[in-house]
């Protein structure tokens, strides 16, 4: 126990055990248990749950959600001892769950339906506690139900409440409420021994006493405060219920003892995940842990003569909204609990069941703010409808029951949004024509069999097809068998063809790869320089957007390995950050590269260029960049060793640009902007005005030259027009001493 959070864990152990303290009076009396077994269950639910369990917020004990099925099974046994031994077998079955590691049903609750929960339960404790804020505290509470036993709901009870208002209770229960609000806007904020809650406990028990002393008409009475059963000391034995060991072989006893093992289990696990999401620090509890320790306490609870127990939403929100640290404030309030029983009660029966109320009203509001149903409402139907109807459940029926109703939501809306929408579809050009790419999602179901099927069959005569099943580790065998049906008949009859890449193993089909996206000599020679111009914008495109193509990498190295038909050749920085095949998105045999530092031409590159062209390339690109390094050591000056051959040419284009010697020291971005985009315009001059081969290339159209400019911050390519006649005769003009 670290001393150092003590200072948060005890004021907040204090809080919890005086919630917990009438709630598991409640409980058990709402069970039809002894009392004194509902103030056992959260002893054990404190110190035993609380020292085995992992969660630093998670606080255990009876749960009202358990009530009802204690109570009918209590009927159904025929007595509390048998219960006892149903207990210790549903805690004997969490630790077994535990161990064989169960707890991951927890991954697949909804987060709505999470936050749908706690909504409920905020709304619950605020409806729940009002009747206690104006001083009806009946004996007999039901807990988080909506119908009770004596026959009225919720909301009667609130109507009931006001014929018997007491005044004393309404006071204390407002002021309560107005201490709480307003306390963070106090410098009590930060008097860290003293939270609010525990304040207004004391505030409680200290106006009452003032009623009782100067103005007893608003005194409350013995009715309206805590009531702790007196315990006597020297024989602690006669409240201490057993099991009946010998009826383990009552086939009732079982039927019990797996209920309540499924039900306890269940609000365990959804409790811990609504909790992790309050806690502020967003810490994990590990649901098999959870279990074991859920299990431990159950079967001491089973052999203590207690009811069962889980992880409470009520007292762990309390728990986190008093400013807990570690798990010791659960441990403590176990403590506190037994320290009550023994010597405490004279003084705990001081405080009114109203300030007890506004705490917890004030817990309700934090639960369920307006805040929270405009964020789900933001989310979208398929969001706020399973949450909606999840708090509409719960306040209606109760705990258990309304969260199963939200689960059904929740999956009915999955289902839909599976069935409506199994993949993603894209169609995107590449040089061997359009492509259609579907992707499977992670699970393909038989739900999914109509829509893909009506999807591959409505693709076009001739398509190229491609299903990427990479990210699906279930596929439906009746989704496979739809798939080898369009390849094997309806695709072989309208010449399309399919590609299946990404399926396991166990799903794999044969002949998956019936096109590579490789060029071959006819697609090459059809292609006219502006079309390969287009096709590098769309791959720079898909490069920028995160949705790069299969490349097929080992099937294009046999396809290439003959001959290669590339569709450009590209005059490339050397710059790590700038590879052409990477942002242009292309495969093997697509581009010839050639890479110099600065872009510069020079004679080798000229003989290189109309080796592209022979090799039947329809394009040049001159790529520069942004941030190049060659530019900026021009704009220095540095001509050290063989780095004049490269900065000399660019030298160039500083003095076209007419940079100041301020602007060459600033070596701002605009000025290198500039600097980059002229350096680019003089290769193409160059190219034009050095090579008689490829400028009669240019001015038949068998070929083009474009510049272009990279911005590697973004990724984006700028490019700009072909050169054209007008643009060949003006670099002749401008540039021929250049090329002599």
Request: aromatic share 6%; with cysteine.
């Amino acid at each position: 126990m670290n001393i150092q959070n003590l200072k948060y864990d005890l004021p907040a152990s204090i809080v919890v055990f005086l919630v917990a303290l009438p709630l598991c009076l409640g409980v058990a009396l709402a069970s039809g248990a002894p009392l004194i077994s509902g103030i056992i269950a959260g002893i054990i639910g404190g110190i035993v749950v609380g020292i085995i369990s992992k969660s630093q917020t998670s606080v255990s004990g009876p749960a009202a959600g358990l009530a009802a099925v204690i109570l009918a099974s209590i009927t159904k046994l025929g007595s509390f001892e048998l219960l006892l031994t149903a207990v210790l077998i549903a805690g004997c079955l969490q630790l077994a769950m535990g161990i064989f590691r169960a707890g991951f049903i927890a991954n697949y609750i909804p987060s709505n339906v999470i936050k749908g929960l706690l909504a409920a339960i905020g709304i619950l404790l605020i409806l729940k506690q009002i009747p206690h804020a104006i001083g009806y505290d009946k004996q007999n509470d039901d807990g988080f139900s909506f119908i009770q036993a004596n026959g009225e709901n919720t909301f009667s009870d609130i109507i009931r409440a006001f014929d018997v208002l007491t005044p004393g209770a309404v006071v204390i229960a407002v002021l309560s409420v107005l201490v709480l609000y307003c306390w963070d806007k106090t410098p009590l904020k930060n008097v860290k021994l003293l939270p609010a809650s525990l304040f207004v406990v004391v505030l409680g028990v200290l106006l009452n006493l003032f009623f009782a002393h100067s103005i007893p008409w608003l005194a409350i009475g013995n009715d309206h405060l805590v009531h702790l059963p007196p315990i006597d000391t020297s024989n602690l034995g006669a409240y201490l219920h057993l099991p009946t060991l010998g009826h383990f072989t009552n086939g009732d006893v079982w039927v019990v003892g797996i209920t309540i093992a499924i039900v306890a289990s269940l609000e365990t696990l959804l409790n811990i995940e609504a909790v992790d999401k309050l806690d502020p620090h967003k810490r994990e509890t590990p649901p098999n842990r959870e279990l074991l320790a859920q299990g431990v306490g159950n079967i001491c609870a089973g052999l203590f003569g207690a009811i069962p127990v889980t992880s409470v939403i009520v007292r762990s929100s309390v728990n986190i909204q008093t400013g807990n640290k570690t798990k010791a404030s659960a441990i403590l309030h176990g403590v506190f609990m037994l320290a009550s029983v023994l010597v405490l009660s004279p003084v705990l029966n001081l405080i009114p069941l109203a300030a007890l109320a506004a705490i917890l009203i004030m817990t309700g509001y934090k639960l369920a703010k307006v805040s929270l149903f405009r964020e789900m409402y933001r989310k979208g139907w398929s969001q706020f409808l399973p949450f909606a109807i999840t708090v509409v459940a719960i306040v209606f029926t109760d705990l258990l029951t309304g969260v199963l109703i939200g689960l059904a939501t929740s999956m009915f809306y999955l289902a839909r949004s599976n069935f409506r929408n199994p993949y993603s579809l894209e169609q995107y050009r590449l040089h061997i024509g359009e492509v259609i790419k579907m992707v499977l999602p992670n699970q393909v179901s038989f739900l999914n069999k109509a829509t893909i099927k009506t999807a591959l069959w409505e693709t076009p005569n001739g398509s190229k097809v491609l299903i990427d099943a990479s990210n699906a580790d279930f596929i439906d065998h009746d989704v496979l068998e739809t798939i080898q049906d369009f390849r094997d008949v309806v695709a072989a009859e309208r010449n399309v063809q399919l590609n299946v890449i990404g399926l396991r193993e166990k799903y794999s089909l044969s002949d998956p790869i019936q096109f590579v996206t490789v060029l071959d000599k006819e697609t090459q020679k059809r292609l006219r320089p502006e079309e390969v111009l287009q096709l590098l914008r769309d791959g720079n495109q898909r490069f920028f957007e995160g949705r790069c193509t299969e490349k097929y990498y080992h099937h294009q190295v046999g396809a290439t390995a003959a001959s290669q038909h590339p569709m450009a050749v590209v005059v490339n920085c050397i710059d790590s950050r700038t590879s052409p095949e990477v942002i242009f998105d292309a495969g093997l045999g697509d581009l010839l590269t050639i890479r110099i530092a600065g872009n510069i031409i020079s004679r080798e590159i000229i003989g290189s260029l109309e080796i592209a062209s022979k090799l039947g390339a329809k394009l040049i690109v001159v790529k520069g960049h942004s941030n190049c390094g060659a530019i900026g050591l021009a704009m220095k000056g540095e001509q050290a060793h063989s780095i004049g051959a490269i900065t000399g040419k660019i030298e160039l284009a500083i003095r076209q640009c007419q940079c100041s010697a301020h602007d060459i020291a600033a070596g701002e971005k605009a000025v290198l902007e500039k600097v980059a985009l002229q350096n680019v315009e003089n290769s193409l001059a160059e190219i034009v005005n050095s090579s008689e081969y490829l400028r009669g290339c240019l001015q038949r159209g068998e070929i083009g030259l474009v510049g272009a400019y990279h911005d590697i911050a973004v990724g984006k390519v700028q490019f700009g027009e072909l050169v054209t006649d007008e643009k060949i005769a003006l670099f002749r003009r401008l540039h021929a001493p250049a090329a002599a």
